[in-house]
């Protein structure tokens, strides 16, 4: 389905080929994002995610470097031309994120906070708007519409399961809403299988199928050495499972 292409460097999300978004849960030091950027990069992946800010359930968990981690993304942006993806959670850094993130992400649990769409929709950069974990399709679009009420039309929504009965994956994956947001909105829609299943390995197969059912990317996260992440590590695949993602997106 024909949605709007926004354009983040060279690469089109909304275009005719899925993009792959992929990097770690969290950028955890200088030396390791960089050795991830550089198998990212040599994946054919087209733009590096990490998080800088972790918001986590346990106050006990790392809770990211926060802009000590940009600057490391930053680093990394410039050694390998990855365009970056990282979490924005307080208004008070919007501005140093405008000035220096390609796409700045809304959160799951900030889909609800209004104020920050708002004042994210008065910028003119591409939003990675995170749909809720409990969230309808209505209220998503609703939320969307905070951002493009205030002049930002470069939305691009991201489906990461929302929590139903099930527990025996992570979140339940709801592909149903590619083709949905794609007719409702026109604009275009990228799926996260890390955290919509939880499982290291159910990420390939459903990403497959997210492809199959017309989605505009997928977000990974991938690591080179996923049992060591510190956070999210279940979720996280191997740099060769990103390698076979990759091509899938290119058949």
């Known amino acids: 389905m024909k949605v709007k292409e926004i354009i983040i460097d060279s690469h089109s999300i909304g275009g005719s080929i899925p993009i792959v978004i992929a990097g770690p849960c969290s950028v955890e030091s200088h030396e390791s994002i960089l050795e991830i950027a550089k198998a990212v990069k040599e994946s054919g992946a087209h733009m590096l995610r990490g998080g800088i800010f972790k918001p986590r359930t346990n106050p006990h968990d790392f809770q990211g470097l926060g802009l000590e981690g940009l600057e490391f ?4 942006k410039r050694q390998y031309q990855l365009p970056i993806v990282t979490e924005l959670m307080d208004e008070k850094h919007l501005a140093r994120f405008v000035e220096a993130v390609d796409v700045i ?6 889909m609800y906070n209004y104020s920050l769409l708002k004042a994210v929709g008065e910028t003119k950069k591409p939003i990675l708007l995170k749909r ?29 399961g929302i929590r139903t009965f099930e527990t025996y994956t992570r979140n339940t994956l709801d592909l ?3 083709p949905i947001i794609q ?16 499982k290291r390995d159910l990420v390939e197969i459903m990403s497959k199928a997210a492809i199959a059912c017309g989605t505009n990317g997928l977000l ?8 060591l992440s510190i956070s999210d590590k279940d979720q996280t695949v191997e740099i060769e499972t990103l390698n076979r993602i990759v091509r899938m997106t290119q058949i």
Do not use: Y
């Open 73 to 76: 993304l930053l680093e990394a």
């Open 105 to 110: 992400q809304i959160g799951s649990r900030n």
């Open 132 to 160: 809720g974990f409990s969230a309808t399709v209505k209220e998503w679009i609703l939320a969307a519409e905070h951002i493009l009420k205030g002049g930002n039309d470069n939305v691009i929504f991201c489906e990461r």
């Open 176 to 178: 149903t809403v590619v």
């Open 183 to 198: 007719k409702e909105t026109g604009l275009p829609i990228i799926v996260d299988p890390s955290h919509g299943t939880g």
């Open 220 to 227: 990974i996260e991938a690591h080179t050495t996923p049992d």
